[in-house]
C-alpha cells in the first residue's frame, strides 16, 4: 500500500496572507549538503501543494540539497477546481517568495513549478521579479492538440537564468515547437528533454526505465544547474 512521505524534520507551515486572502505554505529543508539553495515551488492546475507528483518532486531536490516550499493557489486552497485568472496566481507566487525572503534569506531563490505553476513564475520573472533562477517542470507550450495557442510571447523578457524540463512525450510542448520558441529567448536556458516521459513525468515500461528513474535524472540535472548559480 503507497503511504505519503512523512513532513521532513524540521520542515515550517506558514499561513501566508495574499490580499485579504490566506494560504497555506510549508517550507522543506534539504536533507544532505545544506547550501542555502530554496526552490519555491508551485503545483499545476489540477494538482495542489501535497500532490503525489510535487512531493516526491521535492523528497527528490531536498536529496539533492535543495530546500523546497510548497504552496497552494488560492482555488485549490479553497476546495475549487477551477484555477484563478494569472494574476491571482502570480500575485501567490509573489507573497509567499516575500515570506521566504523574509524567514529564510535564501542565498540562492529559485521560483518555478509545475505546468500552470511554472508559467505563472516565469510570467514573473519576465516582468523583473527578484529570483537568482527559474526551475520549470512540464512547461505547458501550449493546450493539447492546439499547437497554434502558444505560451511564449513572455520567453524572451526573461533575465535570469532558466532550467526547463519536458518530457518527449508531452502533449503540452510540442519538442520543435519549444525548440523554436527558445530561438528568440536571449537568457541562458537549459532545455532538459526527458526521454519518454509525458506531461506527468512517467514513462512506460516498454521506456526500459521507472518513474523513480526520471525523478532521479531530473533531481541530478537540477542540483548540477542550481550550484552553477551560487
Known sequence: MNQE??????????????GGEETSAV???AE????????????????????????????ALRSRGIGVVRFNFLYKEK?????DPMPS?????????????????????LIGGRSMGG??????????????GLLLLAYPLHPPGQPEKLRDAHLPA??????????TRDPFCRKDLMETALKTVKTKWVMHWV?????????????????????????????AWATRLK
Do not use: Y
Open 89 to 109: 496566481l502570480k500575485n501567490v507566487v509573489s507573497a509567499v517568495v516575500d515570506r521566504v525572503q523574509k524567514e529564510l534569506r535564501p542565498k540562492t531563490l
Open 32 to 59: 544532505v549538503d545544506e547550501q542555502g539553495i530554496v526552490f519555491v515551488c508551485a503545483h499545476g492546475a489540477g494538482g495542489s501543494m501535497n500532490d503525489r507528483g510535487l512531493l516526491q518532486t521535492a523528497k
Open 158 to 167: 526573461i533575465r535570469v537564468p532558466v532550467l526547463c524540463f519536458n518530457g
Open 195 to 223: 526521454e519518454g516521459a509525458d506531461h506527468s513525468f512517467h514513462v512506460p515500461k516498454s521506456s526500459g526505465r521507472t518513474d523513480g528513474e526520471v525523478m532521479i535524472e531530473i533531481a541530478n540535472a537540477a542540483e
Open 27 to 29: 517550507f522543506e529543508p
Open 79 to 83: 476546495g475549487s477546481g477551477r484555477p
Open 119 to 132: 508559467r505563472a513564475a516565469s510570467m514573473l520573472a519576465a516582468e523583473g521579479f527578484g529570483c537568482d
Open 5 to 18: 512521505p512523512t513532513a521532513p524534520s524540521g520542515s515550517v507551515e506558514w499561513r501566508v496572507t495574499v
